[in-house]
C-alpha cells in the first residue's frame, strides 16, 4: 500500500507541474496575442512611410537596411542612392539589454533584404 501511494503522489506531482507549466503558456501567449505581439503589426510593404513624411539624411552607403539603436529607440534605416528614409522605430529600454548588445545595436546592424531587417528587430524586442 505504501508503494501505490508514492508513485500517486509523484504522479500527481509531475501532473501539476505540466499543468502549470501549460497554463503559464498559455497565459503569456493570451497577453501576447492581446497586446498585439509584435513591434511590426502591419506587412512591410505597409510598414515603409511614404517619401515625403519620412525623415531623410544623406549617406554613402549602398541599397542597404539599417537597424541600429538611436535616441532609446531601434530604428530602422532604407539606405539607397546616398538616401536614408526612416521605416520603423520602437522605444526600449536600454537598461533591460546585455550592454554588449546595446553597443553593437549603437553602431548599426545592416541587412540587404526588408524583411531580414524586420525580423532582426522582432527577435531583439520579444
Known amino acids: 500500500m505504501m508503494k501505490n501511494s508514492k508513485i500517486l503522489r509523484y504522479i500527481l506531482i509531475s501532473a501539476s507541474?505540466?499543468?502549470?507549466?501549460?497554463?503559464?503558456?498559455?497565459?503569456?501567449y493570451y497577453t501576447g496575442f492581446k497586446s498585439g505581439g509584435s513591434i511590426i503589426n502591419e506587412s512591410a510593404a505597409e510598414a515603409i512611410v511614404p517619401a515625403a513624411a519620412a525623415?531623410?539624411?544623406?549617406?554613402?552607403?549602398?541599397?542597404?537596411?539599417?537597424?541600429?539603436?538611436?535616441?532609446?529607440?531601434?530604428?530602422?534605416?532604407?539606405?539607397?542612392?546616398?538616401?536614408s528614409r526612416l521605416i520603423s522605430s520602437k522605444e526600449i529600454s536600454e537598461n533591460s539589454f546585455p550592454t554588449r548588445?546595446?553597443?553593437?545595436?549603437?553602431?548599426?546592424?545592416?541587412?540587404?533584404?526588408?524583411?531580414?531587417?524586420?525580423?532582426?528587430?522582432e527577435n531583439f524586442l520579444s
Open 101 to 121: 548588445d546595446v553597443a553593437v545595436l549603437k553602431e548599426g546592424v545592416t541587412f540587404n533584404r526588408t524583411q531580414d531587417a524586420l525580423t532582426f528587430m
Open 17 to 28: 507541474y505540466v499543468f502549470l507549466t501549460a497554463v503559464f503558456f498559455l497565459g503569456g
Open 55 to 83: 525623415p531623410v539624411a544623406e549617406t554613402n552607403l549602398p541599397q542597404q537596411y539599417r537597424v541600429i539603436l538611436e535616441d532609446s529607440e531601434l530604428r530602422l534605416y532604407s539606405d539607397e542612392n546616398g538616401i
